[in-house]
């Protein structure tokens, strides 16, 4: 019950695409779903998150879709550039407790 | 930008022996965690800490792992006895009271041979 889903394991997306990682969770009880970027040797950067009571929130060319009945959430990157070559971690959480993550994207965006 | 400073950044260290990592949260947060980060696997829960006290704890966190905050500043996780499935990357991180965004440190490599 505690555990969240990603999907793809890897993405590869020309230079302008757009990047789209999936995930899904089954506790209900979650109320924040942030998602992290991590450079190779660094430690996970918050990117953007969302509430549940959203369905979407966009921060420049991240986006993030919420379906609170089907219990999943997706990260759009839109003009997916080569810097932004990571990996990148769904996670989720309820208040005060452990943040649960997805078992990580590696995204490379090719020039 | 205030940040979580870790140290040290990479540690070797025999099978059996202890080791001590140490980290410097955001000065005013108050809850503090260690996750750990496996090479090529997903970020996972150690623990929590609030109030001079762990708040939570994964089961990954067992009599071997200790935590203390033993200055205003400074939280350590104690390893008492190295194994080389505890070879990973800790990360330690912190959060304000009553905000849900947690704020990841570097990392601390661990490499047990």
């Known amino acids: 019950q505690q555990q969240v889903k990603q999907s793809p394991q890897s993405l590869i997306v020309q230079k302008g695409g757009i990047s789209i990682i999936n995930c899904a969770y089954e506790n209900t009880a979650f109320d924040y779903f942030p998602w992290y970027q991590q450079f190779p040797g660094k430690g996970p950067a918050l990117l953007i998150a969302?509430?549940?009571?959203?369905s979407e929130k966009k921060e420049g060319r991240f986006t993030i879709s919420f379906n609170k009945s089907a219990k999943q959430f997706s990260l759009h990157i839109m003009d997916s550039q080569p810097g932004d070559s990571a990996t990148y971690f769904c996670a989720a959480r309820t208040s005060g407790s452990r943040l649960t993550f997805g078992e990580g994207t590696q995204l490379t965006v090719n020039p | 930008e205030p940040e979580v400073t870790q140290t040290p950044s990479h540690q070797v260290t025999q099978m059996g022996q202890e080791v001590i990592l140490r980290c410097v949260p955001i000065?005013?947060?108050?809850?503090f965690y260690w996750y750990r980060q496996i090479l090529g696997q997903k970020v996972e829960f150690l623990v929590s800490?609030?109030?001079?006290?762990?708040?939570?704890k994964s089961e990954i966190f067992d009599d071997q792992f200790s935590v203390e905050r033993p200055d205003g500043s400074n939280f350590t996780l104690k390893i008492r006895s190295t194994k080389l499935e505890d070879s990973a990357m800790y990360f330690c991180a912190s959060s304000r009271l009553g905000e849900n965004t947690i704020y990841f440190g570097e990392g601390s490599w661990l490499t047990v041979v």
């Open positions: 800490f609030y109030n001079n006290e762990i708040s939570e």
């Open positions: 000065s005013n947060h108050l809850y």
């Open positions: 969302i509430r549940p009571d959203v």
